[in-house]
Each structure stands twice: as C-alpha cells, then as structure tokens.
C-alpha cells in the first residue's frame, strides 16, 4: 500500500512540503523513495528554503511544476 504522500496529488503533496523549514530534513525526506525524490526536487521548495537561509545564488533548472 502506498504512504500517505505518494496517494496524495503531487500539488498537495508539495504544499505539505512547503511546511518543511530545514534543508537537511528536505533532503532527508527525498531519501525515502522516488517518488518523494522527486517531490523534493521541486525547485519551489529549494527556492523557499533559498529565502530562508541565503543559500549562494544558483541557477534553478526548471524542473517547477506548481509554484
């Protein structure tokens, strides 16, 4: 059976990731299987945690789907 995410419409499953606050923990949760490898990709939630914590600048590649 699948995870409660996986279930989920990729657009509600990210704005359930929006609520992440720490990269270490966005990165930690695309570890879990490819689906929310691939969710945690998703440059929105990188360009949240960008403002968040200045990160350097860098060049999203447009893999966006739902800002």
Known sequence: ?????TALPPEIAL?????VDEPRTL???GRV???WHELAQ?????RNLHSAYQFE???FDGRTRYC
């Open 57 to 59: 600048e860098h060049e």
């Open 27 to 29: 990165l930690r949760i």
């Open 15 to 19: 704005h359930i990731l929006n609520f």
């Open 1 to 5: 059976t699948p995870d409660l995410l």
């Open 33 to 35: 299987n490819k689906w």
């Open 42 to 46: 998703d440059d929105c939630l990188w």
